[in-house]
């Protein structure tokens, strides 16, 4: 599970650090002055390291962590920070820790498609169909294909039900799940790209097909054996051997340990590693598929798999054959980063360099401040061993103001769910471009969550961060305008439609709760207001029942509103493992349950009819057409968002 493509509202991602660059001069015409780079050693980078590592964790509350470097063939620096085991004080030991490596387990199950590529045993451009004892169903007649798969270009829709789990029972296998999880296809193969786990699962799935290997055999078979990874595995649960040296996962350093987490899509995001044995990894990668007197890809297998798969704009990251391909400060990077809840990892490549970096932490931290320590050791190694080159400074455009319009909005990520309730978080959770007065653009945050989000606009449709590279495009894509970003190979925004707008909906949804609120509450409290009082009461007995049949469908309404909120505070608290198939009764039910909410707002319509055909006085009339309307805003929000219907595919 990858931050730079985790766009997930449910995943709440948030915290960052700016990306540093030097201020260029106003005038455009001179050039920023790059800073002159340190040596690349052991005994510089364990200096930086030891201060830069520390102090992310004390301050980000975060247990451990593990950073391992290698140059030139062998490994620089391999080093433990913080603890495996607060509790037990174990510390994190780069040679005997285990960490989950999340997505970036990824890169061997795409190793592992280009093995059995060289061996013409798979075809990158054959559909996958052909491979399986399944159909997966394409949205038009174009194929889905295994580059599709590793472009995240299968136009599958997201889901999460079943993705996590931290009952070993509640474990299914790879083949289970993908046959009883069909993902909803949003768009046709290999137009827009939208981050798959499923994808990834189901390229897994194939390998385990045709070498006739249970996957987690065939990896540890073909990859970690040849490579003597013998610290590695995609096993679940974790094999005895192992068990002692497993860290521990946190929300936070000073929170009690979160439970061991089993990734249902376990070629998406199964593995467990040491950072020494991920060195190994590293070192293959950097030296075109061998380690020593062993091979695990051949030199042009590994140079085809490090090269594009996808096309993209100048200077935008794309993808390569499953790695993220990028330049920083100039340098090709190519790499996978990869979180779960709890453990979160980066490992990066620059083969022109002959460097990789591999580093995990064992906690989100508070405010979830692993993403920005993250995103910043990897700036400020890069800042430091690797820094940009001189660049001048565009000149915004005459035109960047009347431009400015055209990309303003509200969009929504490529990667999202449609169907199913979990629809609901994605129609209230919208991304805003809005112009400011001086031409420029203010968008929002990075996948890495860059602070800097004003960006100028310096060729056609073209904007730049103004304190930094981060570059966004404007296009039209199939006639929705879509917005790239030249971080993100894995996802596009695209605009919003007015009827499913945060806009509206999110003032659908307050207004009919506030009314349904103070209806309720008033309904409770007049007995009291009116206490002492003469019985007074000009209403006939229609009237008077009228108003109890609208104060029942608002009464309705609130126990609706409350059980969908019960099932989505699990959400709220990272504890996604709730969301699987013991939950469909559940589910089920209050799915079933819009049917109320639906007589509800019947029953109020009709009663607000009656109310006016009885005269009632003008208050009576404004309140029961107030009610009336909320009750439709529920049913409204129910429709558009998911929660009537009946879907257990979410």
Known sequence: MRLRSLALPFALIAAAFAMSSPAAPASGAALATAEQPHALEKADLEAWLDGFVPYALKSGDIAGAVVAVVKDGRVLVEKGYGYADVARKTPMDPERTLVRIGSTSKLFTWTAVMQLVEQHKLDLDRDVNDYLNFKVASKTGRPITLRDLMNHRAGFEEGLKDVLAVDPH??????????????PMLFAPGEVPAYSNYGA??????????????????????????????????????????????????????????????????????????????????????????????????????????????????GFSTMAHGFFYDRHNGRLVIGHGGDTIVFHTELDLLPGEGVGIFYNFNSRGKNDAVYGARELLFDEFMDRYFPAPPQALMPTLSSAARDAQEIAGLYESSRRVEHGFLSFFYLLQQSSIGTNA?????????????????????????????????????????????????????????????????????????????????????????????????????????????????????????????????????????????????????????????????????????????????????????????????????????????????????
Not at 170 to 183: D, F, G, I, M, V
Not at 251 to 263: L, N
Not at 488 to 516: C, G, H, K, Y
């Open 201 to 314: 699962a189901l390229a897994g799935y194939i390998v385990q097909r045709v070498s006739g290997e249970r996957f987690e055999d065939y990896v540890a078979q073909h990859i970690l054996k040849p490579l003597d990874m013998q610290h590695t595995t995609f096993e679940q649960p974790l094999p005895e051997r192992f068990r002692a040296a497993m860290a521990k996962g946190y929300m936070t350093a000073s929170s009690p340990p979160h439970p061991f987490e089993f990734v249902v899509t376990g070629p998406a995001g199964s593995a467990a590693a040491t950072a020494d044995d991920m060195t190994r990894f590293m070192i293959a990668q950097l030296q075109l598929g061998r380690l020593g007197d062993h091979a695990i890809l051949s030199a042009d297998t590994a140079r085809r798999m490090q090269s594009p798969s996808e096309t993209s704009l100048p």
């Open 438 to 650: 001086d031409g420029t653009i203010t968008a929002p945050p990075g996948p890495g969550g860059q602070s800097d989000t004003t960006f100028r606009e310096i060729g056609p449709q073209l904007w730049r961060q103004k304190n930094g590279t981060r570059e966004l495009a404007l296009r039209d894509v199939d006639g929705v305008k879509t917005v790239i970003d030249s971080t993100d190979p894995t996802s596009v925004l695209q605009a919003v439609p007015f009827l499913r707008s945060q806009s509206l909906n999110l003032t659908v949804l307050l207004a009919s709760v506030a009314i349904l609120f103070w209806s309720l509450v008033l309904w409770l409290v007049s007995p009291l207001l009116r206490r002492g009082e003469p019985a007074r009461s000009a209403a006939s007995p229609s009237l008077r029942r009228m108003r109890l049949y609208l104060r029942g469908a608002a009464l309705v309404d609130a126990a609706y509103l409350a059980a969908w909120t019960m099932l989505f505070l699990p959400i709220l608290s990272y504890k996604l493992e709730v969301y699987s198939y013991r939950l469909d009764p559940v589910v089920l039910a209050l799915e079933c349950s819009g049917l109320l909410a639906i007589g509800a707002a019947c029953a109020g319509l009709w009663s607000t009819w009656r109310v006016f055909r009885e005269g009632a006085p003008l208050l009576s009339k404004i309140w029961s057409a107030a009610v009336s309307l909320a009750l439709l805003g529920v049913v409204w929000i129910g429709a558009m968002g998911g929660l009537i219907g009946i879907n257990l595919n979410y």
């Open 170 to 183: 509640a474990l299914q296998s790879t083949e289970q799940y993908l046959k009883t999880h069909p993902r």
